[in-house]
């Protein structure tokens, strides 16, 4: 009897899986390797992703470093009361022509240049930055040109194209723009030194706004990138030069006594100093009411201030602005980081 059970153990074989415990086997091993496959997945993507930002971070920070180079060596001669507009080269000019973030053309006058020897070459020259739709019709590329010469007369033409001598600076761009401010703060989106507005003056600041598209999508989404760009705030230290008050050996500039109406610019030109101090500080970009809380100061220091106050707020006056209109109330600032 022993003997024919264990004849049919041995005809059983040794014990086994069954198929539901070889499928139960295949199902968690396949669910294992799936997350596995979809983590590295993702993870390559996000490292494409890091890849890319940072490519656009870094010809960002060129273009950035580029048109800054350019714009805080800039130089204006004023013009001669007696002269035609027409017949004055200097000029700084920027305007827009395009649905883009401030001025996408600009020709202005730049001491920025690298002389090719150490003779008597100058390092003035004429800059062009212009900006043009790509071939894709959707994106834009940025074009620079440059002379040494200065033209006898006004110049009107930005030369935008390689037969001109045009060179690209940078393509793929989701955005470019350039806005200007004046010594109260104001900004501008075009600035034009040969029109009367502005004539014979250079903006005291600047900003510059830079975007470029996501070079690594099928469909690049053009505008949201421009949202997410880099901007950049300068001061442009060189002011207008007049060369006729620089060649009177009277004139204040020239270390001699001047009268009393260089005095009274001399004045001016503290104000403009403090302007300049104000746009670059911590309050340079807010409005009047958000460093004052207009709203909560109305109806408290009477009716001359609660009209100054009213004025900050139908206007929309910034910070700098104001400032400089409304020197003895300062005491309303709220903003600990605004005070003088």
């Known amino acids: 009897m022993a003997f024919e059970k264990l004849a049919r153990r041995e005809r059983r074989g040794p014990p086994g899986f069954t198929l539901l415990e070889v499928l139960a086997v295949v199902l968690l091993t396949s669910i294992v390797i799936g997350s596995v496959l979809n983590h590295y997945v993702n993870l390559n993507r996000a490292i494409e992703r890091a890849t890319s930002q940072t490519g656009r971070v ?6 950035l470093d580029r048109l800054a180079r350019d714009l805080e060596a800039a130089v204006l001669v004023t013009k001669p009361e007696d002269v035609d507009p027409l017949f004055h080269p200097w000029r700084f000019y920027g305007a827009s022509e395009r649905d883009t973030s401030g001025a996408d053309q600009l020709k202005f006058v730049t001491r920025a240049r690298r002389p090719r020897n150490t003779g008597h070459e100058s390092d003035l020259e004429v800059v062009a930055y212009t900006l043009r739709h790509a071939e894709d ?11 040494p010469r200065l033209d ?3 110049d009107p033409e930005l030369p935008s194209d390689e037969a001109d001598g045009a060179m690209l600076l940078a393509d793929r761009l989701a955005d470019f723009g350039v806005t200007f401010y ?4 104001a900004r501008f989106e075009e600035w034009d030194s040969s029109q009367l507005e502005q004539s014979s003056t250079l903006p005291t600041a600047v900003e510059i706004h830079v975007a470029f598209a996501d070079a690594d999508a099928e469909e690049p989404e053009y505008e949201a990138t421009a949202a997410d760009g880099y901007s ?3 001061v442009l230290p060189v002011r207008e030069l007049d060369l006729q008050e620089l060649l009177d050996p009277t004139s204040l500039v ?6 009393a109406e260089e005095s009274e610019e001399a004045g001016d030109e503290g104000e403009l100093l403090a302007a300049q101090q104000c746009l670059r500080g911590p309050c340079g970009r807010l409005s ?3 460093a004052i809380d207009c709203n909560a100061e109305m109806g408290k220091h009477g009716s001359s201030t609660d009209t100054a106050l009213e004025q900050t707020q139908r206007t929309n006056m910034s910070f700098c602005q104001w400032r400089g209109a409304y020197s003895t109330l300062h005491h309303l600032i709220k903003n600990p980081e605004c005070l003088p």
């Open 137 to 147: 019709g959707e994106s834009f590329e940025l074009m620079r040109w440059a002379s």
């Open 58 to 63: 870094r010809r960002s920070v060129a273009l």
């Open 254 to 259: 020239s270390g001699g006594q001047g009268n």
């Open 288 to 290: 009047a009411c958000q």
């Open 182 to 185: 004046d010594a109260t703060g």
């Open 232 to 234: 950049r705030k300068l």
């Open 152 to 154: 006898a007369a006004l």
